[in-house]
């Protein structure tokens, strides 16, 4: 899962959501606890209330993690949480599966936070819709559907540290939508493409020279 922000932006934006929907459950087991034991209670009004707090966060939430990650698949797994269905039979049983409801979807929110957290201890990583090569919140740009932003894609989904071949680097260019190296080659060519490569490298160490004061990648472990 690819973040389009900053893991310390990110990480706000899932603490805050869970902060929140903490404040809610216990909202709701207090006032139902209440409410219960008086002769005013009303159960429809009472359903009512929880369900619109529950839809609030909810929303606020999906909102929040569409502006958080690049792809829909973290979206996807909070909307569809194991176990997720509303029973309507009895007021009891509709707070409870309210409180389910939060419950089940602030266990995955723990998952992304801790996710983020490990970003954070990384302190050199990739935002691929923006093409920004990120240092701690320092970012370096690149420009957009270029050989240096297709080479970041590649690289920064690899471990730190780990060698790449130069012909896996082509093959994967050739099957990405921008498909900007080497147009139109279908095999690859060691001379031709190894320098299309190296001038993507020296292009990227140059700016992040420039930004961070250091370079990122050492030729010798594309080669």
């Known amino acids: ?29 207090k006032d ?16 009512k209330i929880y369900r619109q707090e529950f839809d ?17 698949a973290p979206l996807y797994h909070f909307i569809n ?7 309507d039979t009895g007021v009891a049983m509709q707070v409870s599966n309210i409180l389910n409801m939060l419950e089940l979807r602030l266990d995955i929110l723990y998952e992304y936070y801790t996710d983020i957290n490990r970003l954070l201890k ?10 920004y090569i990120m240092y701690y919140d320092i970012a370096c740009p690149l420009k957009h559907d270029s050989n ?39 095999d ?3 001379k031709v493409d190894s320098d299309t490569i190296n001038n993507a490298v020296e292009g990227i160490n140059r700016n992040t020279s420039q930004t961070f004061g250091f370079r990122i990648i050492e030729s010798k472990k594309i080669l």
């Open 1 to 29: 899962m690819n973040i389009k922000i900053t893991p310390k932006d990110a990480n706000c934006k899932i603490n805050e959501l869970i902060f929140e929907g903490h404040k809610i459950i216990a909202f709701i087991r």
């Open 148 to 186: 240096q932003s297709e080479l970041c894609k590649f690289l920064f989904r690899k471990s730190i540290g780990e060698y790449s071949e130069k012909e896996d680097i082509w093959k994967y260019i050739q099957k990405s939508e921008a498909h900007t190296f080497i147009k139109g080659n279908n």
């Open 81 to 87: 949480p194991p176990s997720n269905a509303m029973v």
């Open 188 to 190: 690859y060519n060691p």
């Open 32 to 47: 139902h606890k209440i409410k219960r034991a008086t002769s005013k209670y009303n159960e429809a009004d009472d359903i």
């Open 56 to 72: 609030k966060w909810y929303d606020k939430a999906t909102k929040n993690l569409l502006a958080t990650y690049d792809d829909y």
């Open 122 to 131: 990384a302190p050199l990583f990739y935002i691929e819709s923006k093409s």
